[in-house]
């Protein structure tokens, strides 16, 4: 499964809107998935999961900064995001049905941020892009 | 499965409340079509369905879809027995339209995906974590009377 150009389009020009709430936007689709999936708790069993925890900041961070990485490199996600592919395969070694899970409470926290942009057409570059990021960082799993 | 409680029920029926079903439902259908198009095998009657402006734009995806949300408006009101409400029409989708369960779930996303879209900042994460819940159990209510 590879984008379209079409899709890539798409992709990096609704980047640029949201780069601007990367922050929030990343404390918030960590909030919708541990309310929604509580399952997904039991990864971060060190962490203060609490609506406004510093480390919930901190790591919704990172999870967009990552997502922005590979949206500047989309034409070669998979060299973009190898090192981040090796970490879930060896170390993190999150069940691979999070990454679904995940990459739809992203789409729900665009999708209510930017709705005008988040035409059927986005809905589905965005959901196809997230499956791709999905399946790079699961591609070392075995 | 899917216990409902207080604050999940005004959640789900607050929200519908605001809902025009006649926009939402041909969206959510639509939009299942456009984001899992394999997910068109079910409509081969529907007419165009070429490019996601054709989907969006065609008829019969919208009328069918103001259905399926229609049939889901009467769940919400028996949030307590889904799988009593839904009995009848998951043997309908088991024996004669044949549909993968797989697929209630796509949709029920879909449709998630499509309040937040309609709500915006409404649609929190508590919300949604209700809705969640709402569309798992018609998921699984639809799937289960399958054999």
Redesign the interface.
């Known amino acids: 499964m590879s984008l379209t150009k079409t899709e890539r389009t798409i992709i990096v020009s609704m980047w640029a809107k949201i780069s601007t709430q990367a922050d929030t936007i990343g404390t918030?689709t960590l909030?919708?998935l541990f309310?929604?999936?509580p399952q997904t708790k039991t990864y971060f069993p060190h962490f203060d999961l609490h609506?406004g925890s510093a480390q919930l900041r901190a790591h919704g961070s990172k999870v967009v900064a990552a997502v922005g990485d590979a949206v500047k490199s989309i034409d070669s996600i998979g060299a973009a995001l190898s090192k981040l592919s090796e970490l879930h395969a060896y170390v993190l070694r999150v069940d691979p049905v999070n990454f679904k899970l995940l990459s739809?409470c992203l789409?729900?926290?665009l999708?209510?941020?930017f709705?005008s942009d988040?035409?059927?057409?986005a809905?589905?570059a965005w959901?196809k892009f997230l499956s791709v990021v999905s399946s790079v960082l699961t591609e070392k799993y075995r | 499965m899917s216990n409902f409680t207080a604050e999940d029920k005004a959640a789900i029926t607050g929200l519908w409340a605001k809902v025009n079903v006649e926009d939402a439902g041909g969206e959510t259908l639509g939009r299942l079509l456009v984001v899992y198009p394999w997910t068109q095998r079910f409509f081969d009657s529907f007419g165009s369905l070429s490019s996601p402006s054709a989907i969006m734009g065609n008829p019969k995806v919208k009328a069918h879809g103001v259905k399926v949300l229609t049939s889901l408006g009467e769940a919400i009101k028996n949030l307590d027995d889904l799988k009593g409400t839904f009995g009848q029409l998951s043997e309908l989708h088991c024996d004669k339209l044949h549909v993968d369960p797989e697929n209630f779930r796509l949709l029920g996303n879909v449709l998630v995906t499509v309040l937040a879209v309609l709500h915006g900042k409404e649609f929190t994460p508590e919300v949604q974590a209700s809705w969640q819940k709402m569309v798992a159990g018609v998921a699984s209510a639809l799937g289960s009377r399958y054999h």
Do not use: I, Q
């Open positions: 918030e909030e919708r309310l929604s999936y609506p739809h789409l729900v926290t999708a209510a941020r709705p988040f035409t059927a057409e809905h589905a959901d």
